[in-house]
């Protein structure tokens, strides 16, 4: 592929498979199609989900049912079952996405206080994570996006990528979505309106 062009993997970790505490239904569906889809890529980088035990976005940190919502300095944060924790089994990435060639892996959540669904800024939309910085010295220009989870990981890193300057384009066959409250709905709203591409591996 170009060497402007990135693939950024998302999340795609054995907490947001079939078993893992917030499990993407078919989440492991995508496994494959990045398996076949990475190697066509000069750049890769990996994105983890990274909380430390206690995080703000843990519902069992406030007391209250996961997948309800709270207001938080920063805005709406939903509450997740408690999910990749640093240095769990969960947060590992799955043993079969195999990419060797991966040149980073993107670290966010860790912060207490702040979640990260974005790869690139933090949820309080002030705290970067560096990726940006990272993918302009790198000479990108292109970013694709896949993984887990299409309407929270993914569509926000697939904006602020946008945002950021790069051109970017959602592959829809290489994401699955959690889908909570209309959340499927309104990502497809949102890449919509931001003009991001949505594609099929196929068409790469
Ligand atoms: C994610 C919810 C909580 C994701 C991460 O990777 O989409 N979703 N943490
Ligand atoms: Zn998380």
């Known amino acids: 592929m170009n060497p402007t062009d990135l693939l950024l993997v998302v999340d795609v970790q054995n907490d947001f498979l079939p078993g893992g505490a917030l499990a ?19 750049n890769v980088i990996l994105t983890q989900d990274w909380h430390p035990p206690g995080h703000v976005s843990f519902a069992s940190h406030h007391g209250l049912t996961p997948f309800s919502a ?17 240095g769990s089994r969960g947060a590992e990435f799955a043993a079969d996405l195999s990419i060797p060639h991966a040149q980073a892996v993107i670290r966010k959540g860790f912060h207490a ?10 949820a309080d939309r002030k ?18 996006l896949c993984g887990l989870a299409t309407d929270f990981c993914v569509v926000w890193s697939a904006l602020d990528a946008k945002a950021a ?7 829809e066959d290489a994401c699955r979505a959690i889908d909570t409250d209309g959340s499927l709905a309104a990502a497809r709203a949102a890449m919509q309106d931001a003009k ?9």
């Open 24 to 42: 993407v239904p078919h989440g492991d569906d995508v496994i494959p199609v990045i398996r076949a889809l990475a190697p066509r890529f000069d």
């Open 70 to 86: 709270i207001e938080l300095p920063y805005g709406k944060q939903v509450l997740w079952p408690d999910h990749c924790v640093q």
């Open 113 to 122: 206080h702040t979640d990260s669904y974005s790869a690139f800024l933090e």
């Open 196 to 204: 991001i591409r949505r594609i099929l591996s196929t068409a790469i």
């Open 165 to 171: 300057g790069f051109e970017a384009i959602v592959v």
């Open 127 to 144: 705290t970067p994570t560096g990726l940006a910085g990272l993918l302009r010295e790198r000479g990108i220009s292109t970013v694709f």
